[in-house]
Each structure stands twice: as C-alpha cells, then as structure tokens.
C-alpha cells in the first residue's frame, strides 16, 4: 500500500497516475491566467487592433471600363490591394513599437519565489502520485493536496506581477514520485523549513506569506505522524 | 541600534495577550474535555505557559512592560460539552497563530524587527500545529488551512 510505511510495491505507475488527476492541469492553468494576462506582460504586448490603422498610402484604383476588367487589371487590383495590406500593416507595426516603448520593464521575479512555487508543483505532483495509503493518510493527503494548491495559487499570482524569464526555470517535470508516508512526512518536514528561510530572507508581506507556508506545511507533517 | 518599533511592540504585546487568553482557555475546557483528550489539552497548556513567560521575559528585556492578562475572557463562554471544549481550543490556536503571524508580518516591515522573526515564526507554527490536531479530531478531513494565522 503506497503511502503505508514503507511499502511501496504495489502502487501504481506514477508516470501514469500524475497527468490522470483530474484538476491539476486545470488548476494550474486557472493560477496561470492572470499572469498571462497581466497588463503589460510578455503576453499582453500591444494588441494591433487597439492602434488606429493608418490610411493607405497608394491612391485608389482608378475605376476601370467595364470591357477593360481582366488579365492586366486584376493583376492591378491584386497589386493594390496588397499595397494597402503592407502599408496597413507597416502602420500597426509601428504602434507596436511605439506601445512597446512606452511599457515599463518590470523586473524578474525573485528567485525565492520561483524556487517556491517550483516546490509546491513537486510536493502536488508527488501527493497525486501517492494512491495508496491507509484511509487515515489519504484524508491527509488530499488536505495537503489542497493547501499546496492553494499556495501555488497565492505565488503565481505574485509571479504574475513579474516579468517573465525567457528560459524556463527548473520547472519539475511534471511527473510526481509515490511516496510512502513517512517520505510525505520528510518532504513537508523539508518544505516547511525552505519555507521559513524564504520567509527570514524576504521581507513585507512575501516573507509573511512564505512563514505561512511554512506553519502550513509543518501541520501537513505534524498529521502524518 | 535602534529597539523594535511601536508597531512592532504592539503587536509583539498582542501575541502575549493571545497567549495569556490560551492559558486562561485551556484551563477552562480542559474539565469539560473528554478524558481521552486532556493528556492533549495538558501539553497545549504547558507550550503556551512557556511561550507567555518567555514573551513576557523578552519583553521586559527589551525595556518593555508587557501587558497583565484580563481577570477574564468572557468571549470564550460558554463550553457546555466537550465537543464544545474541542472547538474552543481550535479558537485559542487559531487566535494565537494569527497574533504570531500578525507580529511576524510587523517584524518583517521594521529594519530593527528581524530579531523577532524566529520566535514569530516558531510560535505560529506551533498554534498551527495544535490547531490542526485539535480539527482532527473534530473533522479529519477539514483539519489543515493553507494559510495559518491569515
């Protein structure tokens, strides 16, 4: 019975259990939103459609006779009209560089926070991994499952305020290990205190977020004693 | 060097106050427990005796008085049974984590509060803990909160 002490033989696959939980990738998409969208980000760069698109700068065709409409006029058309498109579009690639000139750089995340959220996606994926267990742990493991849920929430909204790294960090993989009890209880045990000395080395209201976390998660190994 | 500031001492007082109220709580739901759960209700007892005296003495060494505890605490009232008694201990945790959390956050906005911090953080995370397993006992399936003290 995975999550029994010390008896790991007969769980599932985890590579086959994380990416089955349904709501994980959900809730991370939901925590990922606003970070997306958030004014000025990455993502929100300038949308084309709220710049005025300058006229076209070629006259319009010249209305044609009637006999006259084929081979070398519609090549004219044709012409025309992709002049408009370029010019058009030149117009809206320069209110792009003009809002990307106005936007102010924001800065990179600290790397507690990343680190931090790095944490809660391993400790989430290693709950999901975990279906064995006695009822008794399993009751604990989903409360664990929800807080750091509701942590990863709390930190990519603050990640969201931040610019995002070009190269990825060191996202786990996604893939979570089954872990017997007592190897739940080491790993809370080592959040709690990664938590604290986050919190001790930040200040303001991160530092009392991450202190939280901290007594969060020392509960989480308290209840699988 | 400067000392803590005002801010930081009011909350660092109000964390005594919070313990002084668990003392004064546990004493009072402790006979009306189970008798299976006054061996937890002892130890709980004993950690935040020890916690109010070192607030105290830290307080006083910091030129501080720190504040006497209220004659009595008539919001704990009334514990009828003991499941009553359970639930007024998770208030008393859940109180005492929030005081912590609350001096925690004020230490980490002062430059000269940061001394505080792990006691802060220590404190907190105890209540949590208690907490945690009194709401075990009342609900194991609604016994952890993912921010204590918020």
């Known amino acids: ?27 991370a998409a939901d925590a ?51 002049a408009v498109v370029l010019a058009g579009g030149g117009g809206v690639g320069a209110g792009f560089l003009e809002k990307r000139r106005r936007a102010p750089i924001r800065p990179l995340p600290p790397a507690a926070l990343t680190a931090a959220a790095d944490d809660e996606r391993q400790l989430i994926a290693d709950l999901d991994a975990t279906t064995g267990g006695s009822a008794g742990v399993r009751v604990v493991i989903a409360q664990a499952r929800a807080d750091h849920a509701a942590h990863l929430r709390a930190l990519e909204a603050l990640l969201g305020s931040y610019r995002q790294p070009v190269t990825p960090t060191s996202s786990p993989s996604g893939l979570g290990t089954a872990r017997t009890a007592a ?27 991450f202190a939280s976390i901290a007594a969060c998660e020392s509960t989480h190994a308290a209840l699988l004693t | 060097m400067t000392g803590p500031s005002a801010a930081v001492v009011a909350a660092w007082q109000a964390a005594l106050s919070a313990e002084q109220q668990a003392v004064f709580g546990y004493a009072l739901l402790g006979p009306i427990l189970a008798a299976k759960d006054r061996g937890r ?31 009595d605490y008539p919001a704990l009232y009334p514990v009828p049974d003991a499941a009553a008694a359970r639930r007024l201990a998770v208030r008393l945790e859940d109180s005492c984590a929030a005081a912590w959390r609350y001096l925690y956050e004020r230490a980490a906005a002062a430059p000269a509060g940061n001394a505080l911090r792990g006691v802060a953080q220590d404190a907190l995370t105890a209540s949590a803990v208690r907490a945690a397993q009194w709401r075990a006992l009342i609900d194991p399936s609604r016994a952890t909160t993912p921010f204590p003290g918020i």
Do not use: C, F, I, K
Request: charged share 20%; aromatic share 0%.
């Open chain 1, 1 to 27: 019975m995975a999550a029994d002490e010390g008896d790991p033989d007969d769980r599932p696959d985890p590579a086959a259990a994380g990416p089955d939980t349904p709501g994980d990738n959900a809730e």
């Open chain 1, 32 to 82: 990922a939103g606003p970070a997306h969208a958030a004014p000025g980000g990455r993502h929100a760069a300038p949308e084309p459609a709220d710049e005025p698109v300058p006229e076209p700068a070629v006259e319009p065709a010249p209305e044609l006779p009637a006999a006259a409409a084929g081979g070398t006029s519609r090549r004219g058309v044709l012409l025309g009209a992709a």
């Open chain 1, 183 to 209: 190897q739940l209880r080491s790993a809370e045990t080592q959040a709690a205190v990664a938590s604290g000395r986050r919190a001790a080395a930040a200040t303001g209201s991160l530092a009392t977020l």
């Open chain 2, 41 to 71: 209700a002892e130890t709980a007892t004993g950690d935040h005796e020890a916690t109010r005296d070192a607030t105290s003495a830290a307080l006083l060494a910091a030129g501080h008085s720190p504040v006497p505890p209220a004659a």
